[in-house]
């Protein structure tokens, strides 16, 4: 008697099926989250860039200006007001300004609109002002 070892085509298709269907119940589960965790990260983000802003705002007495920029929390500014007490080495770690988690720039404005010394903004996914659900915008000043 010949001893087969291995699998037969049937057990490999049973298999087949089984994953396929885990993957179709699961997969939209789990990749239905990143527009969440990128939103997540982006107020995360902006948390870490307030904090950067409140220290070079207690060193120099003013808020970086909308022409300066969140650059000025990683390069002293050379244009007015030129910050007297500025921190060797800047404000962010690894001293550069993140840009969100859809790899675009943050909207800084100084003096702010929103009640606020200065207002910091995504774009959201699509990159554009305004928009709904995933496109929306994240704004510090409506984050909790």
Do not use: C
């Amino acid at each position: 008697m010949v001893n087969k070892k291995g699998f037969t085509l049937i057990e490999l298709l049973v298999v087949l099926v089984i994953i396929s269907l885990l993957v179709s119940i699961i997969g939209p589960k789990l990749f239905g989250r990143t527009d969440e965790a990128r939103r997540t990260a982006a107020t995360a983000q902006m948390r870490n860039i307030d904090s950067a802003l409140a220290l070079y705002e207690r060193d120099n007495g003013t808020f970086p200006t909308t022409e300066q920029g969140l650059q000025a929390l990683v390069e002293k500014p050379t244009i007015e007001p030129v910050p007297k007490n500025w921190h060797e080495g800047g404000y962010l770690d690894k001293n550069k300004v993140p840009p969100d988690p859809w790899h675009n720039p943050y909207v800084y404005i100084s003096p702010g609109v929103h009640n606020k010394e200065y207002d910091i903004k995504s774009y959201g996914a699509d990159g554009e002002e305004g928009g709904e659900g995933k496109y929306a915008d994240i704004e510090s000043w409506n984050i909790e």
